[in-house]
């Protein structure tokens, strides 16, 4: 059933936050964390802010000094960000990109990184039996590549392999992440061998943009999986991916990429407007509405 939410007409006292991209319109969250404000009748806002990269040094300290709470961050920005935060947090510095601000009383601006604990989340709701210290194989070397790395190590992964079309990537992706995931080893693997290398391994997940709509559907024979290897797909743009399918027709865990988009949002939200928001299937189903959409619907 669809859970009926009420606009909540915002005061003078009202918290501020919203997403900066660009473009924005493609963004979420605006409609993720409209469903909480809602839900939980907090009296704030959240907006998108479409704002140029040029002009990003000029607004960024502004926001605070306007009263916003904190924002996220979407592209170009993500990496763009670091140098005008007063303090980036660990995780921002691991995985190289910023995806959430918060700003305090004085100003100052503090950037994190929360996409890492979205997946670890994800992955612990949709697969609660993983084998979380089994070898994992990570497809893709880009910047969700990173954040899911970390995860997959922060969670117990012993050995990580990360398969890449151009080697060189996952090879950087290692020398920068390998020193904040010191009980795990990573290793980089040929791209033409993922589907031998499934073998053993107790996560598979794809970060690259196969399967995306419009993108070719990623390349990969399970036939060599273990019975209780979990498939992941960070892709949510069709929420079943051509991957996920075949996982679940062979009666494997599979798990979406919308998961991870919904539960990345979590600790920015409690941060801004003080209320810890749940996922569930009434806020998948109000985000999932608008992605078969294709365009943001009107709240
Ligand atoms: P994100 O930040 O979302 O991870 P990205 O940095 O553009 O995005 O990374 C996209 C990933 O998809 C990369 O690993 C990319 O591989 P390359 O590093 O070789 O470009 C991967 N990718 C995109 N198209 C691909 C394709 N046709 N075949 C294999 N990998 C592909």
């Given at each position: 059933m669809t859970e009926t939410l009420h606009p909540v007409w915002i005061s003078g006292a009202a918290r501020l936050a919203g997403v900066i991209g660009h473009p924005v319109t493609h963004s979420r969250s605006p409609r993720l964390h409209g469903f909480w404000l809602a839900r939980h009748r907090i009296d704030g806002a959240y907006l998108p802010l479409a704002i140029r990269p040029e002009d990003l040094a000029q607004v960024l300290p502004a926001l605070p000094r306007m009263g916003f709470r904190g924002v996220n961050l979407t592209l170009p920005h993500k990496e763009l960000v670091l140098p005008l935060c007063d303090e980036v947090e660990p995780v921002a510095r691991?995985?190289?990109?910023?995806?959430?601000?918060?700003f305090g009383e004085d100003h100052r601006i503090t950037g994190t990184n929360t996409d890492a604990w979205g997946f670890g989340a994800a992955l612990a709701a949709g697969a609660p039996a993983r084998d979380a210290a089994?070898?994992?194989?990570?497809?893709?070397?880009g910047g969700a590549a990173r954040a899911v790395v970390y995860a997959l190590a922060?969670?117990?992964?012993?050995?990580?392999l990360i398969a890449n079309r151009t080697a060189e990537r996952a090879a950087a992706l290692i020398?920068?992440?390998a020193p904040h995931c010191p009980a795990t080893v990573l290793e980089a693997?040929?791209?033409?061998a993922r589907s031998d290398l499934l073998a053993g391994c107790g996560t598979l997940v794809n970060t690259t943009s196969l399967g995306l709509h419009g993108q070719p559907p990623l390349d990969i024979d399970l036939g060599l999986a273990d019975d209780r290897l979990v498939v992941s797909d960070i892709v949510y743009?069709?929420?079943?991916?051509?991957?996920l399918k075949a996982a679940r027709a062979r009666g494997l865990v599979a798990v979406d990429g919308l998961g991870m988009l919904l539960h990345q949002a979590v600790p920015g939200f409690e941060r801004w407007f003080g209320v810890?928001?749940?996922?569930?299937a009434a806020l998948r189903r109000h985000v999932a509405a608008d992605l078969l959409i294709g365009e943001p619907a009107p709240c």
């Open positions: 691991a995985i190289g990109a910023v995806n959430t601000l918060i089994a070898p994992a194989l990570v497809l893709g070397a922060k969670a117990g992964a012993a050995r990580i020398r920068d992440l693997v040929d791209w033409a743009d069709p929420l079943e991916t051509p991957i810890r928001p749940v996922v569930d």
